[in-house]
């Protein structure tokens, strides 16, 4: 330890070391249930690429592993420490370095958090897509760690999709830089999509060049409820059969919809069972909802409301940001999973989770990317009672049997972390599963980054 903080001190300002061991505990472990976190030895928080390599330096040196972190808002335990580990914090690297209008780039640090990002580019008129749901405290280093999505996915994409190039220092502190700032580029393996997602497991990202798009409208949005689940995806599958685009598509479940009229008093049906919210942002975003509003009722829907302006809107979407609170408020601890499916097979997903939460007696409310078929059951159980606790993480499993059995994947946006490694290997299979050490091992030899998480 003495050797570790020594050596550290040599590169780094003095403010940039935490060692106050109370201090230390609260960054060693992300939002996630059911995921062990160690005791680290040092919380580094540098200002700096120089700084970055120094600490990769010293952790190659002493071969002490190091847990990249942004604001730790993960589901997956992905930024969990290890114990004696050096917690790599990037949240202080937070400089948008760059927008270009012109180029619709801009190159930014790690720490940047997502919506101050959106925010800079929204006032030159251009649009960075990728909006997680923690979008006001969740860092841009840490949506491309778990390649991460949002609302905004069924139209516009995931983090993958805009990050065009990276800054990386390696396990070795040397630097690396992938992809391009141009529109096209195919040179060579593209090294840039093999870090988003990669959790911190391959390198520390330390600058990033970031795809824009221009502004779009302004949204409006369509509310439909439906007496089941089932009716409610069958929109979702002629939605997207007859080639509409909606800027946002999104469901949730019977006990969602309760749970937030428990919160919230937002005068939702009890009867309804599933709530469908459309939205567009297209030049005549009334004529689309129109559309879609016809096609809701053709697969059952008993009430369709579209907005009539943007504020109007925006009432109908607190609905679905007022989910995860609403499920929270439910019990003293929540779980929330992320199991993506393809479209078609939605509402069996949906009633097989049903299913599983009347199995071990649990309430698992289920809001949903619907048109990307990206789930999110969310867990309610009582953390100090243990069998409840049993009950909960029997049924996270079971809703990751489904989600591969209906050919889906077992995260669409959160990551596996330490929380889904079992189920990573069964998805990947022995041969994807023995390739992926492999390139774990080309770019970390050491093993000393983020160890204990994926695999």
């Known amino acids: 330890m003495d050797a570790l903080l020594e050596r550290l001190r040599a590169g780094l300002p003095a403010e940039a070391l935490i060692t106050d061991p109370d201090v230390t505990a609260s960054y060693a472990h992300d939002m996630a249930s059911f995921c062990d976190a160690g005791t680290p030895a040092v919380v580094v928080l540098p200002r700096s690429v120089e700084e970055v390599q120094h600490v990769m330096r010293t952790a190659t040196a002493l071969r002490v592993p190091v847990v990249p972190q942004g604001a730790r808002t993960g589901l997956s335990g992905a930024a969990n420490a290890s114990d004696g580990c050096i917690v790599l914090s990037l949240v202080k690297m937070d400089r948008i370095l760059e927008i270009s209008p012109v180029d619709r780039i801009a190159v930014v640090e790690p720490g940047v958090v997502n919506a101050t990002l959106s925010r800079a580019v929204g006032e030159l008129g251009l649009y960075y897509p990728p909006d997680p749901s923690s979008w006001e405290m969740c860092t841009i280093g840490g949506n491309i760690g778990t390649a991460s999505g949002g609302l905004c996915c069924v139209k516009y994409g995931v983090t993958a999709e805009y990050v065009l190039g990276l800054e990386v220092v390696l396990a070795d502190g040397r630097l690396l830089n992938t992809g391009r700032?141009?529109?096209?580029?195919?040179?060579?393996?593209?090294?840039?999509?093999?870090?988003?997602?990669?959790?911190?497991?391959?390198g520390i990202v330390v600058k990033a060049v970031l795809a824009l798009r221009p502004r779009p409208p302004q949204?409006?949005?369509?509310?439909?409820?439906?007496?089941?689940?089932a009716a409610a995806c069958d929109a979702v599958c002629r939605i997207m059969e007859r080639g509409h685009t909606p800027s946002l598509l999104e469901l949730m479940d019977?006990?969602?919809?309760?749970?937030?009229?428990?919160?919230?008093?937002?005068?939702?049906?009890?009867?309804?069972?599933?709530?469908?919210?459309?939205?567009f942002d297209t030049p005549d975003p009334a004529a689309d909802l129109a559309a879609v509003g016809e096609l809701c009722k053709a697969s059952g829907a008993t009430e369709v409301v579209p907005a009539d302006d943007v504020a109007e809107s925006e009432l109908l979407l607190q609905a679905?940001?007022?989910?995860?609170?609403a499920l929270e408020a439910v019990k003293s601890a929540t779980m929330i999973d992320d199991v993506c499916v393809p479209r078609s097979r939605l509402g069996a997903m949906i009633e097989g989770t049903a299913a599983i939460a009347e199995k071990f007696g649990l309430t698992i409310g289920v809001c949903a990317h619907a048109g990307d078929g990206n789930t999110h059951p969310v867990v309610c159980f009582d953390h100090?009672?243990?069998?409840e606790?049993?009950?909960?993480?029997?049924?996270?499993d079971e809703i990751m049997a489904l989600g591969l059995e209906l050919g889906g994947?077992?995260?669409g946006e959160h990551g596996?972390?330490?929380?889904?490694?079992?189920?990573l290997a069964r998805e990947l299979g022995e041969v994807g599963l023995e390739l992926q050490r492999g390139i774990k091992s080309a770019f970390d030899p050491l093993g000393l980054l983020n160890p204990g998480k994926l695999f």
């Not at 006990?255 to 469908?276: F, I, K, W």
């Not at 100090?384 to 069998?387: G, Y």
């Not at 606790?389 to 996270?396: D, H, I, Q």
């Not at 596996?416 to 189920?423: H, R, S």
């Open 181 to 202: 700032r141009t529109a096209k580029g195919v040179a060579g393996y593209d090294l840039t999509r093999l870090f988003v997602g990669s959790e911190g497991s391959l």
């Open 219 to 229: 949204q409006l949005v369509l509310a439909a409820e439906f007496p089941s689940a």
């Open 254 to 279: 019977r006990t969602t919809v309760r749970a937030v009229n428990a919160m919230a008093s937002m005068g939702l049906p009890e009867s309804t069972e599933a709530l469908l919210l459309c939205a």
């Open 320 to 325: 679905r940001r007022s989910a995860l609170p």
């Open 384 to 387: 100090t009672d243990p069998d």
């Open 389 to 396: 606790s049993r009950r909960a993480r029997a049924s996270f």
């Open 409 to 411: 994947t077992i995260t």
């Open 416 to 423: 596996v972390g330490v929380l889904k490694k079992e189920w």
